[in-house]
Structures are given as C-alpha cells and as structure tokens.
C-alpha cells in the first residue's frame, strides 16, 4: 500500500491560481501512475488528471485542459496539479490517487488502488 496526502488547497479568487501537492510514502512511487480527481457535494467523484509513472503520458479532463497541469517528481515522490484560470465550478475537495496494478483505464475512480483524504478548493467570483 501507499500513503498519499494532499496540500496546497484552499480559498481563491475567479481567475486565480493553486498548485496542489501530494506527498506519497511506502511502496515504489516510481512505478505508479497517479491520477487527481474531484468531488463537489452532492456531485459523483470527477476525474481531473492523469500521469504515466515516467510522466510521459498525461490526460486531463474537458473541463480543465489548458488550466490544469499535472507533474511529478519521483525523486520526491510527489505528484502536483498546478491550477490556472480557476473558476467557481472547480471548487470541490480534490483527492490524490495511485493506481498499483499497473493496468485499467486511468480516468475511472476504480483504477485505482489508493487514497489521500483531500484538499478543499474554494473558488469565490
């Protein structure tokens, strides 16, 4: 198992940027794919964004592509989404994922294997 928690959230202008961290420990970080996800309340947990376990491959939801941006240092054993132009629609608690198998379709919450407890982003007009 892997240990993930999330930072970097909290309550920002329309416009505004975040840059979430997530800090992973236990088990080999460089042979995760990681993924963010969302949830807003009353709303089903959204995929965000995806990272191949070298960062070669990424993918990024409609909503966020040309905002959001997903990175990791494996050195640090750490995974980032940089969030630019938010809007009120992106506040939610974002969660922090890794997926362990090594297969399944990474936009889909059962992918993965592991979960951090969340950040909240607030995003005020």
């Known amino acids: 198992q892997v240990q993930l928690v999330e930072s970097g959230g909290g309550l920002v202008q329309a416009g505004g940027s975040l840059r979430l961290s997530c800090a992973a420990s236990g088990g080999t970080f460089s042979t995760y794919a990681m993924g963010w996800f969302r949830q807003a309340p009353g709303k089903e947990r959204e995929f965000v964004a995806t990272?191949?376990?070298?960062?070669?491959?990424?993918d990024y939801a409609d909503s966020v592509k040309g905002r959001f941006t997903i990175s990791r240092d494996n050195a640090k054993n750490t995974v980032y989404l940089q969030m630019n132009s938010l809007k009120p629609e992106d506040t939610a608690v974002y969660y922090c994922?890794?997926?362990?198998?090594?297969?399944?379709?990474?936009?889909?919450?059962?992918?993965?294997?592991?979960w951090g407890q969340g950040t909240q982003v607030t995003v005020s007009s």
């Open positions: 994922a890794a997926r362990i198998r090594a297969t399944g379709v990474l936009t889909l919450t059962t992918t993965y294997d592991s």
């Open positions: 990272i191949s376990r070298s960062g070669v491959f990424k």
